[in-house]
């Protein structure tokens, strides 16, 4: 087949817009069909908040006014609502993620340096904090630890807020943004000396992780350091769970 090259970028703009255009009538059936409240509680509430603002800025009150990146948002966030319901698959679910990484790249494996002694040398091609920051950033624009629940506790020069973003677990292969959690500094310190350098307080958390089913506050017991809970948003834990589980 001859394609003329200088007809692709055009044609490639075209495709992008007949695919936002299907997906925001098949998104606007599907959601307006599970709750009356919709537009507030399956589109706006799960945007991150550039795509909130933006939505703002613009006066946007319908899904049609929405962009391909929020769009394909709008359809992860609510992928445990359709996955029974159209039987979709994994598979399905790691393509749209995929094409949600327009600024991210696949996780690498980690690769090993053989130096004096091993060193981790590859980090995920992006940075999960970016992710957590979307994730974890509530309705009043503050920045929430997952442990203490509590706003960061201060502000970078730049106005952002100062976290920590600390793997669940050293164990993993992967480094995938959902294998991260965002902690201030106190929270960050006990994960990673209370938890990490446990056994016992690990293996727990994780089998309640994957044990979970309706609640996204899992229990976490350190000791002598008491009875803590590390809280999620929908999508970090089943995604989470999906990755443990495999
Ligand atoms: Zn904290």
Redesign the pocket.
Known sequence: MNIDSRLIPGKFVELLLITAKQLSTWLKKQLSSLDKGWWNSLVLSTLSYQQKQWVDRKNISDIEGLDLAALLRILDQNWYRFAQQFNFSTQDRHYVKEKIRTRHDEADSRTYEKKERSVKTSRPNHDPKIWLKDQYTNDDQKLV?Q??A?EMPFKLKDGSYYFEAVQVSDDFTKENHELYLA??P??AAKYRYLVKKDHTIMDNFLGNVKETKENFEIPIELGVNGSHSIRFVETHLLDLKTILEN
């Open positions: 630890c442990m203490c509590n902690f201030c106190l929270c």
